[in-house]
């Protein structure tokens, strides 16, 4: 099943608003790894596809892990010694540091302060910034927000629960003709920041979307869980379904206007990498390819020795490095209609790619078969043969049952989706027979 | 045998006249991929070299293919309303569109005009045109010519014939020490066109020449062939026989004045590839190796899947890359003796290689012999080694019976034949002898 | 053991100091291949390392050569027509050509010529020159001191001998915990040249005395031997001695202000190989590396095909290529205390990352161990994890048993040193298991 065509029969430009939308939906939701804000997102992406949402207790046992406490936060601000609301959790939920244990003092601005952070060289932005693994609190506030604040008493209100609760996640299935799976993994952690990670969760949904019921080779798996922990919890829980993982991709900060970013799986050279490298080169402008490194998203747990999944992260803009990650300025304007639609569509081509890369095997191996006859060449003889019948000439050329789909077009530098037709019409042309995987 | 050496006591000045007067007498003919002009071809080759001719009935099954019939012509023109040859085959046999089937009809100019062809871009050449496999007709001009025709009536002749007869090759076998063999192919279909390819149809007779009667280590094998159904028919009627080829070499468009180009094999590391890489790098300005594609020259059919031969493609300028290719701008004055004398001695120096690239095992291999006492050594101390010696230590240090002569060559950044010679004198002083193959 | 730290508690200053002043020592000595000058330098360097001293009578054979007659020289001279000395070797022992024959004559100045070598382009000058293989005699002057020679006669004395003795070497044997052994190789038959191999000579004892009583995992070889025959020497009369050497580094001219160059093993892939383009990499400024050729020091003898070790060769400037280069110019004045110590620091490093090379096994292979609970990541989410910590997580990702620390240094671009601290760090914390070798 040609996916790619599929896909392009959409309407690009209402896809992308629908994905911009879905987002802005989910923006002002205050998520962090544990809590209603995660749930109530879950129920958002469930109103879509099917989703099944799985609560794991507070203080399981998950490998070295332990999973935490539930926080949840009804309120939270600094009143000033004027009684106002200075910084105040209802205007932006990255106010308060994720995670803050509950606190409701009065205290001098000097006790208050090694509590605040803000970005000086962004004085209007707030950080983000969470505490999980160390009961703390903290507020986060623009820099010019800070240097307004005057000596004196202010009242400080974290109104927030850290109690025993659960940790929660949701998963996506779709089978296809094989048990063997193709992982799709996003982090639905984060509050208010839209490029990091609404993006992730907006295309994986409509990624979702766009697959199920169609006849597929492979089975997938879409997983909204929390950053680090939720992948642990995951893998904890499904230690045998990982092994069916044969090809993963994790999806983070795909919204901006970065140019596409694909870092390898630990493997380096597994199939992903290679479709994933072939289709942003042939699909986008100026990719770059990262090595693998053990930092960074969910792809840090999936490429874990013990697992060692041939998991990749694709990125637009890499995190760590655009002046917006982690702040306020990774609101709904960072993100683009047309740059999560892009992104999508990328995401269907890798998977294309996937779907249809087999091995064939030429049945006129013995030099070329006559393709004029079969209406397969161009007519005069001395005109140029055009890059349809250059790709007819790769396949029969390749095909020799070693050399799959992904290996002919990386080796004529011809897109798969070229190679692919070209496949098809020949094995549609009785030249072909499918070889053993 | 050091035929590099043996070569180069000829007068090249001599050796590339001789080259450039044997395509002279060539040129004229109107030769196709069947027909009296290819035969008439061969047997002016067979008054050079001992030419085994063989002709294969129309009709036969050759893999996917069948041998077409044959292509004579007498003449050809167009007359114009006032009865004058406005364009006429006995100026020059591109005139029409090879492999034309009869006509003879009068027409007003509108109807003939979809059966002419011109170059607008370069208004004074004739373009080369075929149609093998569609019974059509045609002219080409040049596209002063079209323009000039007026309105009206035009007798439209082409005496030719398309009847059941002959495909036509010729190969000429030479003798070696062992069974296994070089192949040496091109194309002898083309018309008056002079680097494509009597430039290739003369070297590779003078190869032949030069070859002949010597102590060689392969047998050789040399195919002067109509392009793509000449070579398909000589692997079907010989398929036992191609599983001796070890090493190929196509050769075309090699008589002009751009720098070398190799085409690998299907292989991509093949000694043939290697040894070609090797010599071009040392042996000519700025050479140009490229990838194997599927399309091309002859080589296309020997490296198809079911043969997989390790032959490439010698070329100088590339076809479909320079203006005068497939025109009437393609003539004699567009190769040159020197540039003929050239890849002749390229195409010796790459046999050379395949003659010689043997290996040995130090018979001292433990510290390095002392080469003083042989007088193989510098005789003063602090003095500079040399090139020569140079050699003779790299020989010496990687004859273990793994590195072949190539593999010493290319690591240590010296011409194959350097490192022959210091292998020679090595073997007769006693430090050398020959590992198994 | 982390030598490499033990080291830096060393006084830099000081042991450059000490370097200079042993080679200051050492420099005025007319050493050749054989005679009284090696063995008096040899007994300077036993009196700062246990040193064991071998003496091999003259005509010993050793694989295809035969020890040499001794050479001493007690004293040799020009006399002009005046009968004053012009060329004095109690001035520069580099007067005479080394292993020159006994000659007392008077002969006339174009008698005296052939045997008279100077440098024209650096007329202050004398060149260095032997005839070690050729029985032969001659001086070395300036170009200006040859210029100011007027026609006569001149008294011509060499007062040498050229007798049977023998050939001396040195050796320095370190026990480790395994008879696995690295060799440390220089040459020590120069005479006064400073950097070609005073700074070989010195840094190698220096690094013996370092490394001396330390806990060891190899065992270490240190040689001070004559070029060429010597090495041969050693060789054929230690043929299973050294199947055990698994690493080897020759040092030469490594006291010069040049930048760094390591010549690689005939392997190039060895472990010595990668492991001194690491610490050059990560030590020292713009270096270069090498590919391996069989010409050299005496790594030509090591790595000759019988014995192939893993022997490179560490340099500052490359022997030939900087015009003081066996000439008077190499002098005291062209090494430097910071240089030899500096290049005693890289031997030490490289020695380090032999000695610490293992292969850990994650325990916690399934997703990352929790590092914050440990104390080893850092306190706030959101922060820049820093090198130290990125270096834990390469290792935890990387320790499957098959990567070694080296490997994993080079794959994260990070210092072997790092590596090899997050290593024991996560040893020490229970995370990590020694692999087997």
């Known amino acids: 099943m040609n996916l790619l065509k599929e896909f392009d029969l959409h309407d690009p430009a209402k896809s992308g608003q629908e994905l911009h939308s879905f987002a ?7 998520r962090s790894i544990t ?7 879950l129920a958002m992406i469930q109103s879509r596809i099917p989703l099944k949402v799985s609560d794991v207790p507070s203080g399981t046992s998950v490998f070295d892990w332990t999973v935490p406490k539930e926080w949840n936060i ?5 009143k000033a010694p004027n009684g106002k609301r200075v910084v105040d959790f209802r205007d932006c939920n990255l106010h308060v540091v994720n995670y803050s244990r509950p606190i409701h003092e009065t205290m001098l601005l000097s006790e208050l302060k090694p509590h605040l ?12 910034r969470t505490s999980y693994y160390k009961e703390d609190w903290g507020f986060c506030l ?17 109104d927030s629960t850290l109690e025993n609760g659960h940790l929660t996640y949701g998963e996506c299935s779709l089978p296809g003709r094989s048990t063997d799976e193709i992982l799709i993994s996003c982090h639905a952690c984060h509050p208010s920041l839209a490029n990091d990670n609404l993006s992730g969760l907006t295309v994986a949904t409509h990624l979702s979307r766009f697959l199920a019921r169609r006849d ?18 995951w893998l904890a829980r499904n230690q045998e379904q990982a092994g069916r993982i044969r090809h993963g991709l994790v999806l983070t900060c795909i919204g901006d206007s970065g140019k596409f970013h694909y870092k390898k799986s630990r493997h380096g050279v597994a199939e992903m990498d290679r479709a994933s490298a072939h289709v942003l080169k042939h699909n986008s402008q100026d990719p770059e390819i990262l090595e693998f490194s053990p930092y960074g998203y969910d792809e840090r747990q999936y490429c874990s020795p013990g697992f060692n999944l041939a998991v990749g992260c694709l990125m637009r803009s890499v995190w760590g490095t655009f002046p917006e990650y982690h702040t306020s300025a990774d609101n709904l304007e960072f993100i683009h209609p047309q740059e999560l639609e892009q992104s999508l569509r990328v995401c269907v081509a890798i998977i294309d790619v996937l779907e249809n890369n087999r091995r ?6 013995y030099c070329e078969p006559q393709l004029g006859r079969r209406n397969l060449y161009r007519p005069t003889g001395g005109d140029d043969i055009g890059a349809e019948i250059n790709a007819r000439l ?19 530098g011809l897109p798969f989706s070229m190679i692919n037709d070209a496949a098809d019409v020949l094995f549609q042309g009785g030249l072909l027979e499918l070889g053993s995987d």
Do not use: M
């Open 74 to 78: 009804r309120d939270a601000y600094i």
């Open 24 to 30: 802005a939906e989910l923006f002002p939701i205050c």
């Open 35 to 41: 809590g209603e804000g995660i749930r109530q997102t």
């Open 117 to 128: 952070f803000t970005i000086p060289k962004n004085p209007e932005w707030i950080p983000y």
């Open 360 to 365: 064939y095997r030429n049945l006129r191996p």
């Open 216 to 233: 597929l080779r492979y089975s997938y798996r879409f997983l909204f869980i929390p950053g680090t922990i939720g992948a642990i919890t």
């Open 142 to 158: 623009s820099h010019n927000q800070l240097l307004a604040l005057e000596d004196g008493k202010y009242e400080v209100c974290i």
């Open 394 to 412: 790769w396949v029969l050329n390749l095909s020799d049952g070693k050399h799959s789909l992904l290996d002919i077009a990386e080796r004529s």
